[in-house]
């Protein structure tokens, strides 16, 4: 495991966004010495039944950003989100910044690729985004330090971000009562999730931990953030001493009895173009749903 540079002496300044439509939270983060922020995991509105795209999430977030005289200069994906889609295109033409994801996006590319049945003009390779972080890869936000540490199980491609003392984990952990995310995605793995948790779970036990999603399991109000601390001593999947084994068997049974995501189809599509919406052949946006390819 490479020697990740935490630095908990940095705190930055973290603005969640809430999407009750996907329960995807997005947050803005700004380096405490300067104007500088990222956007972590953005979301665009779709109303599928009727194959509308708008963006009252991201135009929140854009004049929040603008409003306080900020500088975007990355839009992190976490993953491939497979809930809800990213707008991470609109803020970046908006606002700038370089769109990063995980390097084995394109084992994810390859995979739905074939799912899509996208011709040759659909690139495998990455190349729809900025940045393609490796294992403990680092960049700067401002004069922050922030990091990416590799943590497949949900997807092949998720990582998890570190930025002074807080760490955005994607679906690689829920709230401690949440647990955490499905692993029968193609690619995804149980036993991976378990390691990779574990990895995420050996940063200080005081690091701020901000999730993805919440589902305000057994009518909680919706949070977001805990620490390692929490969810090493709390969580219901992994916490309190909860074994390897006992979590793959607990997973893949649980995931059996899941339906697909409302919105897999068009986020698979959209988001494993870094946001773009695909085109047909006359280069009007379009989505497809394969009949049972999923
Ligand atoms: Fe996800």
């Given at each position: 495991m490479p020697n990740y540079p935490v630095d908990m002496s940095v705190t930055p300044d973290v603005k969640a966004f809430f999407d009750p439509d996907t329960?995807?939270?997005?947050?803005?983060?700004?380096?405490?010495?300067?104007?500088?922020?990222?956007?972590?995991?953005?979301?665009?509105?779709?109303?599928?039944?009727?194959?509308?795209?708008?963006?009252?999430?991201?135009?929140?977030?854009?004049?929040?950003?603008t409003a306080n005289g900020l500088k975007l200069?990355?839009?992190?994906?976490?993953?491939?989100?497979?809930?809800?889609?990213s707008a991470a295109p609109y803020i970046q033409e908006k606002l700038g910044g370089k769109i990063g994801i995980g390097d084995q996006i394109m084992v994810v590319q390859d995979t739905f690729g074939k799912v899509f049945n996208e011709g040759t003009e659909?690139?495998?390779?990455?190349?729809?985004?900025?940045?393609?972080?490796?294992?403990?890869?680092?960049?700067?936000?401002?004069?922050?330090?922030?990091?990416?540490?590799?943590?497949?199980?949900?997807?092949?491609?998720?990582m998890v971000h570190v930025m002074g003392n807080a760490a955005f984990v994607g679906d690689t952990l829920f709230m401690p009562d949440g647990g955490s995310a499905r692993a029968d995605f193609p690619g995804g793995d149980a036993g991976v999730l378990y390691d990779s948790i574990q990895k995420v779970l050996?940063?200080?036990?005081?690091?701020?931990?901000?999730?993805?999603?919440?589902?305000?399991?057994?009518g909680r109000d919706i949070q977001w953030e805990a620490t390692v601390g929490d969810e090493k001593a709390h969580n219901i999947h992994v916490g309190g001493g909860k074994t390897r084994d006992d979590f793959i068997k607990f997973r893949t049974e649980r995931d059996k009895q899941l339906g697909m995501p409302r919105l897999i189809i068009p986020s698979l599509q959209v988001n494993m173009r870094a946001g773009e919406v695909p085109t047909d052949k006359d280069g009007r946006p379009m989505l497809k749903v394969p009949v049972n390819g999923l």
């Open positions: 329960n995807t939270i997005s947050y803005v983060v700004k380096d405490p010495g300067s104007n500088a922020c990222a956007v972590v995991d953005s979301v665009m509105d779709i109303d599928y039944a009727a194959g509308r795209i708008t963006y009252g999430h991201a135009d929140e977030m854009i004049a929040w950003i200069e990355w839009i992190i994906e976490t993953h491939v989100h497979a809930d809800h889609l659909f690139q495998r390779d990455g190349s729809q985004f900025d940045a393609l972080f490796k294992d403990g890869d680092s960049y700067q936000i401002g004069g922050m330090t922030a990091f990416a540490i590799y943590t497949p199980g949900h997807t092949p491609a998720c050996t940063l200080p036990d005081d690091i701020r931990l901000f999730m993805c999603h919440d589902y305000g399991p057994n």
